[in-house]
């Protein structure tokens, strides 16, 4: 029977998903002929290539796989033949990859090649990508491992280190991490790629081994910390996918009213020394907000939206509410005596609602660097606050960039206490929170029309919305009960926290919750005690509003807009010659297919357009995964059909969001001759 998969029904991400399926059978195949023959060099390399299939296969959507489910009979029969022959052999290389297992010792292992290459056959898992993912080791592993693991192709190395090796110690893009801090910056500088497993190879000394045994507790609590860091990393890697097009079109709508305000970094040096207290709508907020007057003109009193009602029902007027999140909750400020309000600091791809109605007293920032980038780069500042995926973690990190000192939590628990997500008062404080009769996820009550956008953004709604229940340790010992994302937000607090307590001069940090989880590195006293040391402390009284007032003044409106027209008349320009170069694209390809003309021809076309695109600087943020898995397709195109159908996914792409982009530009165009006019 011809097991060839020739579905062609004009989707090339269908149509590449059975290309992999067939080479993953053929590589399958090779496997189980090797093996049988005792080729143990053919084997490995084989099942190397199937890791990196699989990978690939992982990442192709469920859309694609539906696609291939309409597939003619003949070709379904193919598929199904050649699933057959993946699962024979993954009985096969389960045993073949553990065949040391309980016969030699990682000490036995590591003296031989073939012991080593033995090694990375059974820590590597079934589904791998030699590329992007990442593997570590501790520097007490023999270096002839990590020398094994680069040269079965392992692109992605980081060791954990005691100390830093001398330079003539390091093998070449093999990164040397130290701690913690080490762990999150690799991430925060990681280029193209993203990796989607983890393998940590302790190589921990015996634990009978008591001189070693301090070294062992470090590298284990590194090892914890780097996988922290990568769970996180991926989180918000996959919110800003997730939120990519509304970012790049929110950003677009804001960008004429973002001219005419100051920026983040305006601030700078502005509050050095000051109290910053963050006032967050936890429960625990209905404890002590009534003592928050008593700091009013004493500290920075810095809210996100979520609170400021609950502190306007208190007589509390913070001094800046902050805005990071895209969606539309500025229900959750209806009422609220916004003209008391010093700032409202944004970020520059808020719901564009906010800009509208607090013109003049807004001040922007960049919250996620790789999407934000693109705007306050117009404006040479791209000042990069970071949201660590919170609004108040967000604050935080703003009050370490402007040297405030102390930084106060306030309503931060981080859990759902007494049934409840938000203080009474709040503008969701009636949602109610509850577990679910298996105990292991909480069903949320009583929600607002506002709250029910919020999970409609998601994707999903209140009736069926279910998160994970988890647990942290406690304000006043034992565990409190929490979801995941607030697990994610309490491990950023934690980190920020460890890094600046190692300051040579570190920032004093209070955590005067007085309930929900207990945050290692801040020091938990009550709001009262800290409002005494305030007071206690010489210059305690801060001009805050003037301090405000001459970050905002003196704005170069003018040359801000100058800026920006010569920017977006520019990216008008890219992208309507990006559209007819897709055009043009799309024809020729056409006519290569007919043998009309030559490759060479559309090379030079799509170098056309590839210079369009780069001169916009929009359609890649709108979809990079689409781009990717387009840059995948002909990376594998075995045919020239297969070529020119991944380059038809890009001038589909061009000619899909160019008409969604550009008028967005027009519209800014046009506010901002509105905005010469008068």
Same mark, same amino acid.
């Given at each position: 029977?011809?097991?060839s998969?020739?579905y062609?029904a ?8 059975l290309?992999?399926?067939?080479d ?16 143990d060099?053919?084997?490995r390399a084989?099942?190397?290539q199937?890791r990196q299939?699989?990978?690939?296969l992982?990442?192709i ?5 539906q ?5 003619? *009979?003949?070709t ?7 699933l057959?022959?993946?699962q024979q052999?993954?009985?096969f290389?389960?045993? %073949?990859?553990g065949?040391?297992? +309980?016969i030699?010792?990682?000490?036995q292992?590591?003296l031989?090649?073939e012991g080593?290459?033995a090694?990375?056959?059974?820590m590597?898992p079934?589904? %791998?990508? %030699?590329?992007?993912?990442i593997v570590?080791?501790?520097d007490s592993v023999?270096?002839?491992?990590i020398k ?11 060791? @954990?280190?005691d100390a830093a090796?001398?330079d003539?110690q390091?093998?070449a ?10 762990a ?7 280029d193209?790629g993203?990796?989607?497993r ?5 190589g ?10 301090a070294?062992n507790?470090?590298?284990a ?15 918000n ?7 990519s097009?509304?970012w790049?079109m929110?950003g677009?709508?804001?960008?004429p ?5 100051a920026?983040f970094?305006r601030?700078k040096?502005?509050f050095?020394?000051?109290p910053l207290?963050?006032?967050?709508p936890?429960?625990s907020?209905?404890k002590?907000?009534?003592l928050?007057k ?8 810095m *809210?996100?939206a979520?609170s400021?009602?609950?502190l ?5 007027i ?5 805005? *990071? ?5 500025i229900?959750m400020l ?5 003209e008391?309000?010093?700032?409202l600091?944004?970020?520059v791809?808020?719901?564009?609602s906010?800009?509208e109605?607090?013109k003049?007293?807004?001040?922007t ?8 980038? %693109?705007?306050?780069?117009i @404006?040479?500042?791209?000042t990069h606050v970071?949201s660590?995926g919170?609004?108040?973690t967000?604050? @935080? ?7 405030c000192?102390?930084i106060?939590?306030? +309503?931060?628990?981080l859990?759902l206490t ?5 203080c009474?008062n709040?503008a969701?404080g009636n949602?109610?929170v509850?577990l ?6 909480f069903?949320?009550d009583n929600v607002?029309?506002g709250f029910?956008?919020? @999970?409609e953004?998601?994707g999903?709604n209140?009736a069926?919305h ?8 406690g304000?006043y ?10 697990a994610?937000?309490?491990a950023?607090?934690?980190?920020h926290?460890e890094?600046?307590n ?5 920032i ?7 309930? +929900?989880a207990?945050?290692k590195?801040?020091e ?6 800290a409002?005494?040391?305030i007071?206690a ?5 801060s001009d805050i ?5 001459a ?10 807009r100058?800026l920006?027209?010569a920017?977006?008349q ?11 170069l897709?055009?043009r ?8 297919q007919?043998?009309k ?10 170098s056309?357009?590839s210079?369009?695109i780069?001169?916009s600087?929009?359609?890649a943020?709108?979809?990079q995964?689409?781009?990717n ?7 594998r195109a075995?045919?020239?059909q ?5 380059s038809?996914?890009?001038?589909t792409?061009v000619?899909?969001?160019v008409?969604?982009?550009l ?12 905005a010469?006019?008068?």
């Open positions: 029977m011809n097991t998969l020739s062609r004009g989707d090339p991400f269908a149509e590449h998903l290309t992999v399926l067939q993953l059978a053929g590589a399958s195949a090779k496997v189980l002929e090797a093996g049988a023959a005792g080729d060099a053919t084997t084989g099942i190397d199937i299939l699989r990978a690939v992982q990442d959507g469920l859309d694609t796989k696609q291939v489910d309409k597939a003619p *009979a003949s379904q029969a193919a598929i199904g033949q050649h057959a022959t993946i052999s993954e009985l290389i389960a045993a %073949w990859c065949r040391y297992d +309980g030699q010792t990682q000490a292992l590591t031989t090649a080593r290459h090694m990375i056959d059974k590597i079934a589904t %791998w990508h %030699w590329g992007h993912d570590t080791f501790t023999d270096v002839a491992l094994t693991a680069i040269d079965r192709g392992q692109k992605r190395i980081v060791v @954990f280190c090796p001398a003539d390091k093998l893009n093999v990164c040397y991490l130290l701690d913690k801090k080490d999150y910056g690799f991430f925060q500088s990681m193209y993203e990796p989607k983890l393998v940590c190879f302790d921990l000394s015996p634990e009978d081994d008591t001189s070693l045994k070294k507790t470090k590298y609590e590194f090892q914890t910390d780097f996988t922290l860091a990568f769970k996180n990393h991926n989180v890697k996959n919110t800003i996918r997730f939120f097009n509304r790049l929110q677009l709508d804001n960008l009213a973002i001219a005419e305000h920026t970094s601030l040096e502005k050095i020394n000051t207290v963050i006032i967050s936890g429960p907020l209905d002590n907000i009534h928050l008593q700091l009013k003109g004493k500290a920075l009193l *809210a996100p979520q400021a009602m609950a306007c029902r208190a007589g509390v913070p001094d800046a509410i902050v805005v *990071a999140d895209p969606a539309d909750f229900y209806d009422g609220f005596p916004v008391q309000v010093e700032t600091l944004l970020g791809a808020c719901h564009p906010f800009y109605r607090f003049g007293k807004i001040v920032f960049n919250v996620n660097a790789g999407i934000d980038n %693109w705007i306050s780069g @404006f040479d500042d791209t970071g660590g919170s609004v108040a967000a604050i @935080f990190t703003m009050g370490l960039y402007l040297h000192n102390p106060m939590l306030v +309503g931060q628990d859990a007494d049934g409840k997500q938000y009474s709040s969701d949602m109610s509850k679910n009769p298996e105990g292991d996820a069903i949320y607002t029309p029910e956008l919020l @999970f953004d998601a999903t209140s069926n279910r998160d994970k229940a988890l647990t942290l340790p304000y010992g034992g565990t409190v009960l929490t979801k995941p994302d607030y994610m937000f309490h950023e607090f934690e980190n926290a890094i600046e190692a300051q040579s001069h570190p004093r940090l209070l955590n005067c919750t007085e309930g +929900g207990y945050i590195g801040f938990h006293i009550p709001l009262a005690e409002i005494a040391d007071n402390s010489p210059g305690a009284v509003a003037n301090r405000f007032k970050a905002q003044a003196d704005v170069d409106v003018a040359g801000r100058k920006l027209a920017r977006l520019q990216a008008k320009a890219s992208l309507e010659k990006s559209y007819l897709a055009v694209c799309a024809k020729v390809a056409t006519q290569v007919k043998a003309v030559k490759v060479s021809a559309l090379t030079k076309a799509e056309d357009l210079r369009a780069d001169g600087a929009f359609i943020l709108v979809d995964v689409e781009i898995h387009a840059i995948q397709i002909g990376m075995k045919t020239i297969q070529s020119l159908a991944a038809r996914v890009l001038y792409l000619m899909r969001e008409p969604n982009i008028p967005k530009v027009n519209a800014a165009l046009m506010k901002l001759n509105q010469y006019a008068h």
